[in-house]
């Protein structure tokens, strides 16, 4: 071949090889690849089956929830045992004048005085008008017929309102008591005074009621 026309394919070549060797750098850098977070696939999984899970909620009827209502619970009363009372009875042994034995007087005709209002010595004011009475039991064998039986005034001071002879308004058998009262009222001057009155069923005359006050 003629040395002229080798000449313009040497210089192609070093051209060609030039360009070969400027090609890599020439060529764009190619992008990284991705890295991989294998934690990332859970999450995407999570995020689903949550997403599905509100889906299918949302697509489920309402569910009736009841309310629970607490039962008040009713708190034991405590009952105490209960305390024994005892009561003692004392026995008051009172003998009623109708229960004065009988015949403990051999007379027919006898008393016994059971109170007597006002006592004797008691201080009773000037001029004053009370009451005295006698409680008295008939101890005798005999009865007392109000048809025949009385009682009368028999000496000492006037003390007495009204008549000097009184009635009994009931008959008294054996055993038995009656109430005397008769109306007095104090002198006027002070002093001691005395007065007496008795019993009497027909003739026969008995049970004095003897009284003494003081006037001051």
Known sequence: MNRRNTRPFALL???????????????PTPAPLPTFDPNS???VIVETANAAATQTALKLPPTF???LTLVPTKTPTVIPSPTATFYFVVATITVPPTQIPLGVSDQKYDCQIISQTPLNNSVIAKSSVFEARWLVANIGKSGWDSNNADYHYTG???????GIVRDLESSVSPGNTIELLISMQSPAEAGTYSTSWKLNVGKNEFCPLDLTIIVE
């Open 13 to 27: 070549a070093v051209a060609v090889l030039m360009l070969a060797c400027a090609l890599p750098s020439l060529a």
């Open 41 to 43: 696939l859970y999450t």
């Open 156 to 162: 000492g001071s006037r003390l007495h309102q009204g």
């Open 65 to 67: 929830t009841p309310t």
